[in-house]
């Protein structure tokens, strides 16, 4: 059986809610968030100062 | 008009109004969530206070090295932090509070950056320091906005959920054994660095602007810290995109053009918000029926 997560298996049941975010909420999770977007600003800057084809 | 002509011509045609473009999205990014933390933990004066303090920092490598993107950022950094630090000595080693301490520090931040710029510059100089000039932002400084901007996403995504305990329940987060005091001096330096990429595109004196004005607002629209943090960004760089097309087509200075569309957002948000607005306060609802 799958060990609970957070405190009393709270995690768990506000995913199965879908309160959760799909991604999850841990720091890996947010880490995917943040380098996504950061990804997003480094194309965009990458056309503003011309060096996209 | 055309809306074409109106609403996307200027970025297509001009690369200095696109990289001012992608310089709101940086400090969209990067400020907005800090923002939000600077409301939550009562602390949107201490970010005014630091935007001042990066100054004589800036002022000293300008006089060092004239208008260096590189040593320019660093002085303001180093100037920031050590006035976020001196304040916080004088408020635990003395009975003044932090609030008073960081007012007395920035003023002799402020008046010493101005004296400073004034006596080794022109007036050009000065207000270029104070006010800024984001449409003259080239390739270099926009490299440092945007890696300002992703050094704060991937920092508060380590550190978020340590910073937003310490918001609501800093006693919770001691008894946890978690790292308070280190969280709190981590946050400073985000801010001041932000403050330091809002330097470059708003001036020390409007720097604070795309931080303190989108956050305030987005508390009229929603509730939970990640939206909030959504919210702020997106309103900040809203302002950014309106403020530069109503500087473009208006002829306007574009820095206080940013500004003073999203303090307009901040005062719709105040107004008719939906979350505790004079709107929602004081507009007669109906009662609950059976």
């Given at each position: 059986m799958r060990r609970p997560i957070g405190v009393n298996g709270f995690a768990d049941e506000a995913r199965l809610e879908g309160t959760v975010s799909p991604l999850g909420s841990g720091v890996v999770a947010r880490l995917l968030w943040a380098g996504g977007l950061a990804a997003l600003l480094w194309i965009a800057a990458a056309w503003a100062m011309g060096w996209l084809p | 008009m055309d809306p074409y002509a109106a609403l996307l011509q200027p970025f297509i045609e001009f690369g200095f109004m696109r990289r001012a473009l992608v310089a709101c999205l940086a400090l969209s990014l990067g400020c907005g969530p800090v923002g939000v933390l600077l409301v939550l933990r009562r602390m949107s004066l201490v970010g005014d206070a630091l935007s001042h303090a990066v100054l004589p920092g800036a002022a000293i490598g300008f006089m060092i090295a004239g208008l260096s993107l590189v040593v320019m950022s660093l002085g303001g950094f180093i100037a920031g932090l050590a006035v976020a630090v001196l304040s916080g000595l004088v408020a635990r080693a003395t009975p003044q509070r932090e609030d008073a301490s960081f007012a007395a520090f920035y003023l002799i931040s402020l008046a010493l950056g101005v004296l400073i710029v004034s006596t080794r510059g022109s007036n050009v100089d000065l207000m270029h320091v104070l006010f800024?000039?984001?449409?003259?932002?080239?390739d270099a400084s926009l490299l440092l906005v945007v890696s300002i901007a992703t050094l704060t996403l991937v920092v508060l995504a380590v550190i978020g959920r340590g910073l937003i305990v310490e918001c609501f329940d800093p006693g919770f987060l001691r008894a946890v054994g978690g790292p308070g005091a280190a969280l709190h001096f981590a946050f400073l330096m985000l801010v001041v660095m932000n403050l330091v990429a809002g330097f470059h595109a708003l001036g020390t004196l409007m720097a604070v602007g795309l931080m303190m004005l989108p956050a305030a607002a987005a508390r009229f629209w929603v509730s939970q810290v990640t939206t909030l943090a959504a919210t702020s960004s997106t309103i900040a760089f809203g302002a950014g995109y309106a403020g530069l097309l109503l500087s473009y087509h208006a002829n306007l200075p574009s820095g206080p053009a940013i500004i003073l569309v999203a303090g307009g957002v901040y005062i719709v948000s105040v107004v008719?918000?939906?979350?505790?607005?004079l709107w929602a306060r004081f507009l007669p609802r109906r009662h609950l029926e059976a």
């Open positions: - | 800024g000039t984001i449409l003259a932002v080239d008719a918000g939906p979350r505790g607005s």
